[in-house]
C-alpha cells in the first residue's frame, strides 16, 4: 500500500514529467539524443466488459 500511495502522490506532484524532462536536457546536453528519430504515440481504446 506504501508505493502505491508515494506512486500516487509523486503523479499528483508531476514528478514522473518533471524527471523525463532532466532525463532529456541531460541527455541532450551531452549530446545523446537524436531528434530526426523521435515519435510520439498516443492511442487509447476502451476496454469493454465482455
Known sequence: MTAFRRITEWTE???WAK???L???EL???????WSRYAI???S??????
Not at 28 to 34: A, I, K, P, Q
Not at 45 to 50: E, F, P, Q, Y
Open 13 to 15: 506532484a508531476t514528478v
Open 28 to 34: 541532450g546536453s551531452r549530446g545523446g539524443l537524436d
Open 45 to 50: 481504446v476502451r476496454a469493454t466488459a465482455r
Open 23 to 25: 532525463v532529456l536536457d
Open 41 to 43: 504515440d498516443a492511442v
Open 19 to 21: 524527471l523525463h524532462r
